[in-house]
Every structure is written in C-alpha cells, then in structure tokens.
T-cell receptor, first 112, second 113 residues
C-alpha cells in the first residue's frame, strides 16, 4: 500500500458523459501527478500539480482538466467521453524533498 | 526527447532461475531511473531507483539494478525468481524540468513452476 488513494476503483459510463476521478496523496506529499495507461499508448503522463498550482502538462486532451484543492487532494475531470478514453488512470504523489513518485491503485474507466 | 526502451515484451523463466530485464534510456543529462512492478489488477509499486552514486542499487523483494552510463542501460536483476514475481515490469526515466516519468512499454514476466 503506497498511501495514495484513488476513487472510484471502477467506473463504467457512456460516450458523451462526464466523470470525475479523485486522488488523495500520501500524507506530506505536495505534488500530484496523473497518468493514463491504455493498451495502445502505454503509460502516459497527463498533468502535474504542486501545492495547488499546475506545474507541468503532458499529453492531456482539452476535454480533460484537473485541479488540486487546498487539502491537496486532486480531481481529474474527463468530459465528452469517447470510447478511446477507456483506460486505467493513475494518480501518483511525491514529497517536496524527492522526485520519487508513489502510485495509487488506479481507476479503471470503461466508456461504452 | 527522452525515451525508454524495454526490448523484451514477454519473458518466461522457471521458478528459482535468475532473471534479467533489460532497459535502455535516452536522456541528455544524468538520468534519474526507476523500476516499477504492476501485478494484475494492481497499481504500480516502486521496486528501486537510481539518482546518483553507487551504480548498483538494491530494491525491494530481492531485486537489484545496475546503471551503466556507457551502455545507457539500467537492467533489473534477481538471482532467484519466485512464482509471485509474475507481473509486468516498467522501467522509467524522470525528466528533470517537468518531473514527469517517461515509461517504457513494459516487460511481462511469466514464471513457470
């Protein structure tokens, strides 16, 4: 158990819908990262937040957005969902003193 | 651009045999390197990391990895594999400015009894 929690574990929804994935980092960690794991793209970095501020962006679609709240939990919002958005979405966190990232168990999103 | 190559998609070893999983990276500066393991239906667990110093690093579950700058490699090894080691293994490099991980495509390890 890494100490990073993600909810929900599974999510099944329809095309065109909007979902929110939630992540709570390890105690003391200020950075939160989101990654997408799909069969065709592998593990891809989406976005990073540090203490509430967006720090870096990767291959994140415009239909996707994220934020980090004052209590440091983060949410990833996916809208206008397409079949190709079906994937495992991971959250990771890291403490301010190191670049080591600890991953949560992931949220499996299925878009039907 | 930074990249990580794991040349072996799938490897099968017998329980008790030794294991080496290959990883090659492309990165201009001194890399920060990681190995993660993903068991079926699970998240990514950190096995070990290399930032600097001793090029042979020890990790959890009896794994070790050796950083070889001349070969741009960071291969993962275990002297004796257990059936519970069956999983997918990912090598990753940290890109310094963005602090994002760039992953290889993974190597699936199967262990036969």
């Amino acid at each position: 158990d890494s100490g990073v929690t993600q909810t929900p574990k599974h999510l099944i929804t329809a095309t065109g819908q909007r979902v929110t994935l939630r992540c709570s980092p390890r105690s003391g960690d200020l950075s939160v990262y989101w990654y997408q794991q799909s069969l065709d793209q592998g593990l891809q970095f989406l976005i990073q937040y540090y203490n509430g501020e967006e720090r870096a962006k990767g291959n994140i679609l415009e239909r996707f957005s994220a934020q980090q709240f004052p209590d440091l939990h983060s949410e990833l919002n996916l809208s206008s969902l397409e079949l190709g958005d079906s994937a495992l979405y991971f959250c990771a966190s890291s403490p301010p003193t190191t670049d080591t990232q600890y991953f949560g168990p992931g949220t499996r999103l299925t878009v039907l | 651009a930074q990249s990580v190559t794991q040349p072996d998609i799938h490897i099968t070893v017998s329980e008790g045999a030794s294991l080496e999983l290959r990883c090659n990276y492309s990165y201009g500066a001194t890399p920060y390197l990681f190995w993660y393991v993903q068991s079926p239906g699970q998240g990514l667990q950190l096995l070990l990391k290399y930032f600097s110093g001793d090029t042979l690093v020890q990790g959890i579950k009896g794994f070790e990895a050796e950083f070889k700058r001349s070969q741009s490699s960071f291969n993962l090894r275990k002297p004796s594999v257990h059936w519970s080691d069956a999983a997918e293994y990912f090598c990753a490099v940290l890109t310094g400015t963005a602090s994002k991980l760039t992953f290889g495509t993974g190597t699936r390890l199967q262990v036969t009894l």
